[in-house]
């Protein structure tokens, strides 16, 4: 895929309307983290540089249309601000006449943040009249919100049809890192999916039976496979209305000639907190109200196995509750493990990011850290993202 990058455009004197993915975590009204805002300051930095006067716009949680003071972009702006070393404004809207009078006032070097998007319901619902007003702003858009281009929002696609427009730096690295894998791929090409439910990578599962070697499952995900071939799952977390669809999957998987591996052994416990006795079991021996909360050791060290071996790995979702120590272990020991490997690794995925934090790993030691979860996963299926298709040089 060839994209129109900013490389591509004159900026300068020009108000450039920029899309990032700003949406962090908040505690107390301060950033938890602030490794979106970091990936984006290669796109704003060129940007300031070229002489261009920027307005950055985001989403930031849920907020559903309604205004939500926890979900203000103040914080965020502060931040950006800090590590930018310049003056960022902030307005109280994305549309209307305080961005308008900002908009007026902006020179060459500024920067002006909109409030959260999704303030308004048009924004997920892609209306045209806002995304026209968004776009009537500014000279031209540019897009760098990787983790938001499987999305067809007013701020990530709406606007386009207005603005030319142009991928970020951000955008340019994922996709450029991200395509090979949709082509020929050295082997053995291994995809390991862990995490909490199934809806959200069954799509990928099915797209890689015919491209991975072995797809090995961990997580909640891998609960209902478990569930499907007929084990007890005691209370674990798994999806009953998705049994049948596991069993479909593992009959093409078998056809196919991809082995789907499933965990034969697990860490049970009977609730989940920081210092509840666990036990390691085999699969077999689950009952009553134990949960299955992370792989079991010989399970862990099999997959490890396999990940030692494969020349291209992709993973996704945590293998067990990581955020609760007694269940991390699986988890912690892939991510360090695959560090030393041979393979190259991608990964992908909020949580699977957030894992790696908690860990205190190095993203500088895989190949390719995301910041796309579902961005990632979608384009990996080889489908068209909406808001990469209006990028398309
Ligand atoms: P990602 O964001 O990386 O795509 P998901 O959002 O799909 O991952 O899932 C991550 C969540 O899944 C984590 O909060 C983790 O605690 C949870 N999880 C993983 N394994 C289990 C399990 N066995 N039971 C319950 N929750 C699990
Ligand atoms: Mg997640």
């Excluded at 999916?193 to 039976?209: E, F």
């Amino acid at each position: 895929m060839k994209l129109k990058t900013i490389k591509d455009a004159d900026v300068k004197d020009k108000t450039v309307l920029v899309r990032v993915d700003y949406n962090v975590p908040l505690e107390n009204g301060e950033v938890m983290d602030d490794t979106r805002i970091t990936e984006s300051l290669p796109t704003l930095q060129y940007l300031l540089k070229s002489g261009a006067k920027i307005i950055v716009m985001s989403h930031l949680g849920r907020p559903k249309g309604d205004n939500n003071d926890e979900l203000k972009m103040d914080p965020v702006a502060k931040r950006l601000g800090e590590l930018l070393k310049v003056n960022v404004k902030k307005v109280d809207s994305c549309i209307g006449d305080e961005v308008e009078e900002a908009v007026k006032a902006l020179e060459a070097g500024d920067v002006l943040m909109l409030e959260n998007t999704r303030f308004h319901d048009e924004e997920k619902k892609n209306d045209k009249n806002f995304a026209k007003k968004l776009a009537s702003y500014a000279d031209l858009f540019v897009s760098d919100a990787f983790g938001t281009v499987h999305r067809a929002h007013a701020s990530t696609e709406g606007v386009t049809h207005h603005l030319d427009s142009y991928a970020g730096f951000l955008i340019e690295k994922e996709v450029e890192a991200l395509t090979p894998l949709l082509g020929k791929v050295d082997r053995p090409f291994v995809l390991l999916l862990g995490g909490a439910k199934i809806d959200t990578k069954i799509g990928v599962i099915k797209a890689y039976i015919s491209k991975a070697d072995k797809i090995l499952l961990g997580g909640g995900l891998a609960n209902t496979f478990v569930a499907a071939q007929g084990f007890n799952v005691g209370e674990s977390l798994y999806e009953e209305d998705k049994m049948d669809l596991a069993r479909e999957l593992m009959l093409e998987a078998e056809k196919e000639g991809c082995e789907i591996v499933l965990p034969g052994g697990t860490i049970v416990a009977d609730e989940i907190s920081d210092s509840v006795v666990t036990a390691d079991m085999e699969i077999t021996g689950v009952e009553g109200n134990m949960k299955m909360l992370d792989i079991g050791v010989k399970t862990l060290y099999k997959y490890l196995d396999i990940l030692k071996e494969a020349k291209t790995i992709i993973w996704n979702g945590p293998v067990g509750l990581y955020e609760k120590q007694p269940f991390e272990r699986g988890t912690r020991e892939i991510a360090d493990a695959l560090r030393g490997y041979k393979g190259k690794t991608y990964l992908g995925g909020g949580d699977t990011l957030s894992a790696l934090k908690h860990f205190g790993f190095d993203r500088k030691d895989y190949t390719h850290v995301s910041t796309g979860g579902g961005a990632m996963l979608e384009l990996l299926e080889g489908k068209e993202l909406p808001g990469l298709k209006v990028l398309q040089a």
